[in-house]
């Protein structure tokens, strides 16, 4: 291997041979490098064999990219049998295996969040006998992060005496009933059965723990307890886990991640190797200075400090417009000015912001000024609802047991089985404590249901057994997917249930994805089947829909408009930073609630590291509420970075104001820079 080209750290870090280690990767450090280049050099200069490697990261696109570059260094051949996924694959795959020792069957569904949302609603709507009526996404919040944190529905604890939590913990046992007579698992199981499944049957454990001898965790400063102890469980008897992170870029605090992961990594794994890397090959010595001084103020940290053997570049540009509209036009002009000064594509260009609603005003000021642009965020493929009716009638097939989607079809595309007819059902299901399919083989007779309904159901039993069966014997899935489509006449529905011709034609589009992905999904799978299909659709992530979404969106040449959040993991040669001001970054509700500011300096750290070679923040002097303009203050980050570094300036394009409005802004503008760069 030539390994000429890593630096003295990174080198260290690829010949580590056995215990654990920790390394400490900045931003722009080229730590997928390292680990890319670990892995070929644990297959071909240590001779582990390839079954034996183990490499996790948190999206399907970056285990992708991790797995085509492993390939490139040692080829395909010697990456047959190796394992890089997600977290989410791993235990799919794990659980897949051994799932039945927890009294599932292995064709278990997996529900997403529209199956998981009717399904507490659905229980809510039982459990709620005075009328009330609750909000299920926030029962369902509750849930979740009770299962990221491997509270089981018999340790659920009411902590804030909240009515929101009374209900959790009396939906929650109910919750997990439900899904698992329905043979269901939901996203959050996933991990939280496969660590009980471990707990509860050594032996289980053990078989994994010799097959995965070098465990490689990418950004694991964003792992949750769930998956912490899963890592734990599986590095225990040998050590060898390898983890690479920076603790300077934990912003997922609100998602589960806990920073206590990585800052307890040497005390949890004693003996373990540090390495920092912190030679930075993204940005400019200035940037790299500013977010340096930015991060230092974090009291729970790592103490590291990124640097360049590059040039120092333009001082950090720091703006103070008049309102929210100037802002836009000053970002505009400047990408404006800077195209044409430099040649650049309009996708050297990104706003970020750190909440979405801020971008109104530069979506306005981009469409007036005819700058192409695409805003990173919406609703994604395999959330809109013609894409999961289409999905579910796939879910039912493989699983017949699974009630939430068999509900969600039986009448759709319309067939004469009202919810009439529907509730009838379910009351004998119920009442007779038979599955909903089994009752749908077997109704009630004609009389009870009435004869048109009673024909329904049996040409929807018979049609859908009919295509079960076929599924089961075909390898040609896309084919048969899209004659079972026709079938239904899904398109007919949409078309005349749709209020516009164009949504409508949007909508059949969709349900063409699906089999689309169907195709793609047979082309790579050895050996391809509906469930494995739906296994992956379950898992794909939320910023990766197949297409139309943010890669596709990324490689348009177009300015990027995006929150801080969606930024981590990019760059681009020009950053504008908006909002730089006390109630957006950091947030009102972080100061509001005396929360710690620490993961808000993070995320302000995270937007300065994603500029190549211009960074420019803005923020505004004052700015509507509810139609009433209200003064501003500038951010407390824009003071923790020296003087030296910034240029400050106010903006040139001021709007018209009355003169008591101009004495009040000039005021308040010199207040800010006096605080700002000191007296």
Request: aromatic share 8%; with cysteine; proline share 4%.
């Amino acid at each position: 291997m030539d390994l000429s080209t890593l630096n003295k750290e990174q080198l260290t870090a690829v010949r580590h041979g056995e215990g654990p280690l920790l390394l400490l990767a900045g931003a722009g450090s080229g730590k997928t490098r390292v680990i890319t280049c670990r892995i070929a050099y644990l297959r071909l200069q240590r001779g582990v064999p390839a079954e034996q490697i183990l490499a996790v990261t948190f999206t399907n696109k970056a285990a992708r990219e991790m797995k085509e570059r492993v390939e490139e260094l040692v080829g395909r051949k010697n990456v047959k049998g190796m394992i890089i996924s997600t977290f989410h694959s791993l235990c799919v795959r794990i659980l897949k295996e051994d799932i039945e020792r927890l009294g599932y069957k292995k064709n278990f569904s997996i529900y997403g969040t529209a199956d998981q949302g009717r399904l507490v609603r659905d229980l809510i709507q039982a459990h709620s006998l005075d009328g009330r009526r609750f909000d299920a996404d926030r029962v369902l919040f509750l849930i979740s992060d009770a299962k990221n944190r491997l509270i089981s529905p018999e340790q659920f604890l009411v902590r804030h005496h909240d009515d929101y939590e009374y209900l959790a913990a009396e939906i929650y046992p109910r919750y997990q009933k439900a899904l698992k007579a329905y043979n269901a698992i939901d996203f959050d199981d996933i991990i939280m059965l496969t660590v009980r499944l471990f707990r509860e049957h050594p032996e289980v454990l053990a078989k994994y723990q010799q097959r995965y001898r070098y465990l490689m965790v990418d950004e694991y400063q964003d792992t949750n307890a769930a998956q912490y102890l899963l890592l734990r469980s599986l590095a225990l008897v040998h050590g060898n886990l390898c983890v690479v992170g920076d603790d300077d870029q934990s912003i997922y605090g609100w998602r589960g991640a806990d920073l206590g992961n990585i800052l307890g990594f040497e005390k949890d794994f004693p003996g373990t190797t540090v390495i920092k890397l912190e030679q930075n090959y993204r940005s400019t010595g200035n940037i790299l200075a500013a977010a340096n001084a930015v991060i230092k103020n974090n009291g729970q940290r790592k103490e590291k400090a990124l640097w360049t053997s590059g040039e120092s570049g333009p001082l950090v540009d720091y703006l103070c417009c008049e309102d929210a509209e100037d802002e836009a036009r000053e970002v505009v002009e400047r990408i404006h000015g800077a195209r044409f000064r430099h040649d650049l594509a309009y996708r050297d260009f990104a706003i970020l912001y750190r909440t979405n609603a801020q971008s109104r005003a530069f979506e306005e000021q981009l469409r007036y000024e005819n700058i192409p642009y695409v805003l990173i965020g919406g609703q994604q493929f395999f959330d809109r609802k013609e894409v999961k009716d289409t999905v579910a009638y796939f879910k039912v097939l493989v699983n017949p047991r699974d009630e939430v989607n068999l509900l969600r079809i039986l009448n759709f595309p319309k067939r004469g089985i009202g919810e009439t007819t529907a509730d009838r059902l379910i009351r004998v299901s119920t009442e007779e404590q038979r599955p909903l399919w089994d009752v749908l083989r077997d109704p009630p007779g004609s009389e009870e249901l009435g004869e048109k309904a009673h024909r329904a159901l049996a040409d929807f039993v018979a049609l859908m057994e009919g295509f079960r069966a076929r599924f089961s014997s075909t390898a040609d899935l896309a084919a048969l997917g899209r004659e079972f489509l026709e079938t239904l006449h899904i398109e007919e529905e949409l078309y005349r249930t749709a209020d516009d011709p164009k949504k409508a034609r949007r909508r059949v589009e969709n349900v063409g994805e699906v089999i689309n992905a169907l195709a793609s999904y047979q082309e790579r799978d050895e050996q391809p089947t509906l469930a494995g299909f739906l296994s992956k659709v379950s898992l794909l992530d939320r910023d990766e829909p197949p297409r139309g979404g943010k890669d596709a969106k990324l490689a348009q040449d177009a300015v990027i408009l995006m929150s801080l959040h969606s930024s981590k993991g990019l760059e681009y040669p020009y950053i504008f930073l908006v909002g730089m001001e006390e109630g957006f970054l950091p947030h009102q509700k972080s100061v509001g609630e005396h929360v710690d500011v620490d993961e808000e300096r993070r995320l302000c750290y995270v937007g300065i590291t994603r500029a190549r070679q211009v960074l420019t923040l803005l923020g505004a002097a004052r700015r509507k509420k509810y139609g009433k303009m209200l003064p501003r203050e500038p951010s407390r980050f824009l003071a923790e970075i020296p003087a030296e570094l910034l240029c400050t300036q106010q903006s040139k394009g001021r709007p018209e104001a009355s003169p008591e409005e101009e004495e009040a802004m000039a005021s308040n503008f010199f207040s800010s820079m006096k605080s700002l760069l000191g007296d």
